[in-house]
Nanobody, 124 residues
Framework: VQLQASGGGLVQAGGSLRLSCAAS????????MGWFRQAPGKEREFVAV????????KYADSVKGRFTISRDNAKNTVYLQMNSLKPEDTAVYYC??????????????????WGQGTLVTVSS
């Protein structure tokens, strides 16, 4: 499956952005979908995951209550709504697909396909 992330940009602290990840090539609805991020000089970290049906989600503690992951299987797209953004949210955000559709794994190596990343910059 091919993944294309978009929606990144420059936003002031306290603002909002919505990231999108469009999938093509295989049956999107089978996959659990995750978002990860990598800040300069840091390791890639888990942000959020949603199962194939959307019934279950999981969030990193650092974004809980501010970010919401959702998906539209009819559009082969997963979203990450980011509110109350902070400068520490600045990173390249990646979407990823896990063939284990019911998984809520937070571990990057468990994901089978990755998008190219979209840069989010939050200014103070």
């Amino acid at each position: 499956v091919q993944l294309q992330a978009s929606g990144g940009g420059l936003v002031q602290a306290g603002g909002s952005l919505r990231l999108s990840c469009a999938a093509s090539g295989r049956t999107f609805s089978r996959f659990a979908m995750g978002w990860f991020r990598q800040a300069p000089g840091k390791e890639r970290e888990f942000v959020a995951v949603i199962t194939w049906s959307g019934a279950s989600t999981k969030y990193a503690d650092s974004v809980k209550g501010r970010f919401t992951i959702s998906r539209d299987n009819a559009k082969n797209t997963v979203y990450l709504q980011m509110n109350s953004l902070k400068p520490e949210d600045t990173a390249v955000y990646y979407c990823a697909a896990n063939e284990l559709g019911a998984s809520v794994s937070t571990v990057a190596r468990n994901y089978d396909y990755w998008g190219q990343g979209t840069l989010v910059t939050v200014s103070s």
